[in-house]
């Protein structure tokens, strides 16, 4: 596990699968239409049952889906986190047509939910290196910059990223070490009693 602190939250980097996750919220790379899908988006709606299925079709019904770069919060049923938040990350083609933009965008939505429903931790895959095929070193840093960079107030108490395999967390590890070297005052432990 890797981590850092930056402004009271805690930005964890683990590798594992994220339907197993004990979080506020699990985000699902989704797609605008939130029908359901391989990869992740496959794998939440197998492990929480159709209760995620009900809310998204209502979602559709009301809104027609989910534009590309936001997000949108439904039950989770049956996994163990209490909501899943749906994303939708760009497809890459070729990184000319706004799509950090937008994989910024996704992640922002996501933690603006979170915060709205005053959600402590949350947990994020990496969207769209999977099926929408973003390079995942080029989405790593986006998705780290922009969480950074978004961290709501008051502090969420834990961001995580859950990456499925190595060499995803070995890229996330890297973009986490560009944000720049930690300072002693980011770590609530290291500033007590100052
Ligand atoms: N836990 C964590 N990460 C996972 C899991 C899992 N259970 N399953 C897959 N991944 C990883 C993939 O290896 C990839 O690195 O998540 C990343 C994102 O892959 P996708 O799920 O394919 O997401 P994305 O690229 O955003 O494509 C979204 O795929 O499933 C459809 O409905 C979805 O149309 C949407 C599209």
Redesign the pocket.
């Known amino acids: 596990m890797i981590e850092r602190w930056l402004r009271g939250t805690v930005l964890r980097l683990v590798q ?4 197993t996750q004990a979080a506020d919220a699990i985000v699902n ?3 605008s239409a939130l ?10 709606r197998r492990a929480g049952g159709p209760e995620i299925e009900e809310a998204c079709a209502r979602i559709r019904a009301e809104r027609g889906g989910c534009p590309t770069g936001s997000a949108v919060i439904t039950a989770a049923g049956r996994l163990p986190a209490r909501y899943v938040i749906h994303a939708v ?1 760009p497809v890459w083609r070729g990184g000319a047509a706004g799509e950090a933009d937008l994989l910024a965008s996704a992640y922002r939505a996501s933690l603006e939910l979170a915060s709205r429903h005053g959600l402590r931790t949350v947990a994020f ?10 390079p ?1 070193e080029q989405a790593a840093r986006v998705a780290l910059r922009a969480v950074a960079g978004a961290l709501p107030r008051p502090p969420i108490e834990e961001v995580r990223f ?4 190595r060499t ?1 967390l070995d890229a996330y590890a890297r973009a986490l070490q560009e944000l720049g070297a930690p300072g002693a005052e980011e770590n609530p432990d290291q500033t007590a009693g100052r």
Do not use: E, K, Q, R
């Not at 594992?16 to 339907?19: A, F, K, L």
């Not at 029908?35 to 939440?44: E, K, N, P, S, Y």
């Not at 895959?125 to 973003?134: A, D, H, L």
């Not at 859950?162 to 395999?165: I, Y």
């Open positions: 594992g699968d994220i339907t790379a989704a797609n029908v359901g899908g391989g990869g992740v988006d496959g794998a939440i990350g895959p990496s969207i769209s290196t999977g099926v929408y095929g973003y995942v859950v990456l499925f395999s995803d």
